[in-house]
Antibody
Framework: EVQLLASGGGLVQPGGSLRLSCAAS????????MSWVRQAPGKGLEWVSS????????HYADSVKGRFTISRDDSKYILSLQMSSLRADDTAIYYC????????????WGQGALVTVSS | ETVMTQSPTTLSVSPGERATLSCRAS??????LAWYQQKPGQVPRLLIY???TGATGIPARFRGSGSGTEFTLTISSLQSEDFVVYYC?????????FGGGTKVEI
């Protein structure tokens, strides 16, 4: 059974930093590109970032480019998202998900980590 | 960026009726389109990928169609649990983008 356990969320002041982690299990993590998708309270879904198998290629939404860094530790089955210069509009639940077998769609979702940016 | 536009924003239908949800891409995305369902307080659930392929365990009443820029999700006979929000997503190019969602209500 695929499990994706996100952690590291919390309340942070504007301009602050936070590091999210996603512990994956139930599949061969190193064989899958991974992504973060977020959802602001009461709003729709927004793709944030993706990282390739091996970690040599990354993609970011314009809204987070230069502020967020995605990384992976294949030995520990962990996906991370380092977030800095946080803004109020980064407030959201952050979900991690593996790439689907035939494209970057998302078949598995964990419960996510809530990030609240507020003073 | 490929902008995904869903219509209508809200769709009012009765149980047992057919619902037709639309998703338009601002440029051709071939069939690189997925549909998700999200119930209140729950994570999204993948319904359709490749524009028309049902994900594992998805009831047959959910059908996806389309290619290029125009896509449709049809729910053939609405059940009570289907009155929730649906999103489309393109994965043809970067950045990946979602539509704004369609809420199906009674």
């Amino acid at each position: 059974e695929v499990q994706l356990l996100a952690s590291g969320g919390g309340l942070v002041q504007p301009g602050g930093s936070l590091r999210l982690s996603c512990a994956a299990s139930g599949f061969t993590f190193r064989n899958y590109a991974m992504s973060w998708v977020r959802q602001a309270p009461g709003k729709g879904l927004e793709w944030v970032s993706s990282i390739s198998v091996g970690g040599d290629t990354t993609h970011y939404a314009d809204s987070v480019k230069g502020r967020f860094t995605i990384s992976r530790d294949d030995s520990k089955y962990i996906l991370s998202l380092q977030m800095s210069s946080l803004r109020a509009d980064d407030t959201a639940i952050y979900y991690c998900s593996p790439r689907g077998p035939s494209g970057f769609y998302f078949d598995y979702w964990g419960q996510g980590a809530l990030v609240t940016v507020s003073s | 960026e490929t902008v995904m536009t869903q219509s209508p924003t809200t769709l009012s239908v009765s149980p047992g009726e057919r619902a037709t949800l639309s998703c338009r891409a601002s440029q051709s995305i071939s069939t690189n389109l997925a549909w998700y369902q999200q119930k209140p307080g729950q994570v999204p659930r993948l319904l359709i990928y490749g524009a028309s392929t049902g994900a594992t365990g998805i009831p047959a009443r959910f059908r996806g169609s389309g290619s290029g820029t125009e896509f449709t999700l049809t729910i053939s006979s609405l059940q009570s649990e289907d009155f929730v929000v649906y999103y489309c997503q393109q994965y043809y190019n970067w950045p990946l983008t979602f539509g704004g969602g369609t809420k199906v209500e009674i």
